[in-house]
């Protein structure tokens, strides 16, 4: 292609709003323009990576054994009230009516649409399995849509769904389609982890997400440098280190609980300062109530409750935090909570709590605590769970190691879905003996858009992108420094002519523009190889440079060719001497 | 890919409510499930023939220099209220809000969209010309939406947008994608004409239609067998042959109307039948009101008005017939109406009235006509127009050949816009002397997925479809007679890896039905070449039947690679003595 008429608006200036590297550098190096908020058009670079990606998403996805088939944005309203996410998808659910006042919901995904496609389809156990999916447009109308292509209200995905008779068939089509995610997001030079996601209180079993590391993510991720766990942080578990032993400056007594004034004293910080002791000396107690009854929840003073464990463990879909009129009707009073002498109310613990020796917890009466507490000798009957998100310093359960914390970005997601579609759509299967019985379903997503976002959230440097070579919109960057001069034309054009042949994609820079504009530009754009026809082309003579090595090396007209075949071959890396 | 769990639900029965020969195919072949009125799902057979015609499409149009890009559906209001369209679009246009109340369009064409990015991006003639367009799902809410893929409200379309310095160059772009669009339908197997078209009132100069063959077609075509001439109904023209000389039994006056009695005879066959005489000599006076002014429309009888050209002529962007009341104030009655003795009121004429001698026209009195008409004569000063329908039997303006008539699909469409959008969108580009102008467009539409049901409309049989190779979802339907039988799932398995790696697509029917069912359904899916595996496997002989010209030959194992490969070379045609 050659770039004087292809339309790459280049902007000098990062534009005041954009905050995520990928966004800014989307829109300096005209890959994206935005159409009104979490709205994109993808320019012909853009495009031409989105495609790419796409292309390694269907190889993959077909040597799978998936199907790819393509369903509509626009969805009846019967479907999502059928299976009863028209009410519990709020806002985020794009509406609208036809005409004739029927009502849609815009696609925000589409199990109900391929779950009624395979209930009208599929109706023997011969037909199964079957993994199908798309690569199609979806729409979520994000409260706060932001970061570019990360958090958009119209965007590309892959979505997949796979249909089984037995769990073990689920196993196994999950399995596949985790495979095939890893060899996806390798290809695409993504440094990622496969990482257990909670999957939440209704349906599902496993689930696992896989998060494109950058500091920009907006989840937090729990890995082990030593062995393979990694785990989201809803999800994470960790061995907490022992406490240190009693660091209380106050006197002991003759193992009982003491009682002392502590005035207006009602947070963990204060508290700590106040007696003084290691917030893990503390016992906080959280009031709440879940599934219409009160529930005080233990935590050692360090740590944080995780909403997701304790959901799970109170097999609740919400819970909300007790009133201060309410504590008051356990025999208690806000901030000075705690478990010893209330009764007719559950008490749950965080396992950070378990064993703890000469600690504090509230004394249920305004202005005091209660010190010197021994778990095992004052809360004997607790029930323990795991109901914290993990802390910086807890060691990994598999092997001991000490766990690391990074951020990421959710470019895929794997889910077991389990029956609860094929059971509210109605899609059954008849077995060998003629019994009907719900098929059993997975679902795989890819956020498309999403995955170029994050591959430039790990790809540049100050001066630009640096694409792998497997997205790049263009292998090589063919540059020539002065368009007037005939025999740098002549050679570029020999060499256009020679790479493209080769199956090469070259664009070819043959703008009059300044030759300080235009490696400006080649450097923002990114593409692997840069190859510069200049002065030394009566002697044909030509300047390579890597983008990503930043080296750079005369090559002569014979060398071109082979050269950047034998670069591509070994996947865009270095082998220049 | 093997048959056995790929989702080709076949369907014995055509479904009753299925008019359009593609639709009753793509419904019985698997091809499509129809989720809502207007609104399909690909399934993976239908895909990957929607797949090879987007291929093509993307060829030709690199290959004419234009560059892909991809636009979002969401379209904010602000932008089709700045064109005008939001209000004048009507019912047709899909309209939402989101969760801020903020308006949005879904995409029924981007002109809109296009015009602001090239406003944004585009400043210097420097960057023109360019042709940008896009695939993409369009939303047009049909007040009828029928045919399956035919008439739908999701859909998907290429788009183009050219954008030039000049009117020279829009005729260059424009051009270009004609000739692009040349190679598209023909490489899609289409049997198509390219037709002039109006280009509507407002707006635009030349347009065409690429109009698909076929009985089902909503459009006339009027074409020429002798020459090159073709245009639909709504522009083409004709040449009148010349009345035959006086048919009236009324006995001739000496060179003036003579008014006849001729009671309660209001319409064009009734005064037929009265005097009798042929329809080609009377002359129809139809009054209508455009520009807030009455005028008299004169057509020979046996003419259709053609109410474009009418406006054309007029100027006007609506017309309504005039009231009986109004007819009065100009002196008639309605029913009588003639253009003798009329006053204050122009009269315009189609061509066909001219010459006309010893017609017959209404008398402007109630139950008389005025025969013995001679036009030169009595209506000396007509002003004359084409404002008629081409009729059967009228004849080339080119080369005088006798017009035919057939009925098309319009799957494509090139226009050029001028500067309508540019214009009130504010797209202006500054030229060589730094003076400011508007950017001239043209747009270029294919309906791909109505590309997919045209060439299911063209290509079929009783037993099902009959794919151009170029589309087919599959090159060869590969056809295991007894799957039990080891002998014919060994070769069978051969031949699908043999011909596979030569990069030839197979589908292998491995599934365990009667060979009844599989060779019904092979006829159904109807891929260029089948390929049995049956009684003569132990001698390693096959039987090959070519779909289209439904030539069954057998082949040795050893020939039968060569010989797919030769019939695909040459095009999916018959090679075979």
């Known amino acids: 292609m050659r770039q004087q008429r292809m339309l790459i608006p280049t902007l000098r200036d990062v534009p005041g709003d954009a905050e995520a590297a990928s966004h800014r550098l989307m829109l300096r190096a005209g890959l994206v323009r935005q159409l009104s908020s979490g709205i994109y058009s993808y320019l012909p670079l853009g495009l031409k990576a989105l495609q790419h990606i796409q292309t390694i998403v269907r190889e993959e996805l077909d040597a799978a054994g998936a199907q ?7 969805h009846p309203s019967e479907l999502w009230k059928a299976s009863g996410r028209w009410d519990i998808y709020g806002p985020e659910l794009m509406r609208l009516e036809d005409r004739h006042g029927r009502e849609f919901a815009l696609g925000a995904t589409h199990e109900e649409v391929i779950t009624t496609i395979v209930k009208d389809e599929i109706q023997s156990y011969k037909k199964l399995p079957v993994t199908l999916y798309q690569i199609q447009t979806k729409y979520r109308d994000e409260r706060r849509p932001r970061f570019g292509l990360l958090r958009g209200r119209e965007f590309l995905m892959k979505d997949a769904y796979s249909f089984d008779r037995t769990a073990t068939g689920l196993d196994e089509s999950y399995q596949s389609m985790y495979n095939a995610y890893e060899r ?144 008051q009707k356990l025999g208690s009073i806000a901030g000075f909570i705690g478990p010893i002498g209330l009764q007719n109310v559950k008490i749950i613990a965080d396992s950070s709590v378990m064993g703890l020796q000469d600690a504090v917890v509230g004394a249920n009466e305004a202005d005091y605590h209660l010190v010197h507490v021994d ?89 630009g992108i640096i694409w792998p070579a497997s997205i790049a919109p263009f292998a090589v960057h063919l540059l020539t420094v002065h368009v007037q001069d005939e025999v740098q034309m002549k ?47 009566g002697e044909n003579i030509v300047e390579c440079k890597e983008r990503r090595s930043g080296q750079q090396y005369e090559l002569t007209v014979q060398q071109i060719l082979t050269h950047c075949q034998t670069f591509f071959q070994t996947g865009g890396r270095s082998s220049h001497e």
């Open 184 to 327: 996806i997001f390798t290809r695409c030079g993504l440094n990622f982890r496969a990482v257990e996601a909670d999957s939440g209180a209704i349906g599902g079993t496993d689930t696992h997400e896989f998060m494109a590391l950058a500091d920009i993510g907006e989840d937090t991720i729990v890995h082990c440098p030593s062995c393979q766990y990694a785990a989201n942080l809803e999800k994470a578990v960790g061995l907490l280190p022992p406490s240190p032993s009693s660091a209380s400056k106050q006197p002991k007594l003759d193992g009982r609980p003491k009682k002392v004034h502590t005035p207006k004293v009602t947070s963990i910080k204060q508290l700590s300062e106040f007696l003084p002791i290691s917030p893990k000396q503390i016992i906080k107690s959280i009031a709440i109530e879940a599934n219409g009854a009160p529930v005080i929840v233990l935590l050692r003073g360090d740590c944080e409750v995780n909403e997701i464990k304790l959901k799970n463990v109170l097999g609740a879909s919400e819970f909300i935090m007790l009133s201060e009129t309410d504590i």
């Open 375 to 463: 778990v095992e000798r004052d809360l004997a009957d607790l029930a323990y769970h795991d109901l914290r998100n993990v802390t910086e310093g807890e060691c990994c359960m598999s092997c001991g190691h000490q766990l690391s914390f990074a951020k990421g970005i959710e470019v895929g997601h794997v889910f077991k879905l389990g029956t609860k579609y094929s059971q509210s759509l109605g899609a059954l299967f008849s077995d060998e003996n003629g019994a009907s019985e719900p098929i059993i379903m997975g679902c795989y997503g890819i956020g498309v858009s999403r995955v170029l976002a994050a591959i430039l959230e790990q790809n540049y440097d100050e001066r």
């Open 491 to 537: 050679l570029s054009d020999e060499i256009y002519k020679s790479l493209s042949r080769a199956g090469l994609t070259v664009l070819w820079d043959d703008r009059e523009e300044r030759p300080g504009v235009k490696f400006n530009d080649a450097d923002l754009l990114g593409f692997p190889l840069r190859i510069t026809v200049g002065k030394k082309a």
């Open 68 to 74: 790819e088939m393509l369903m509509p944005a626009l």
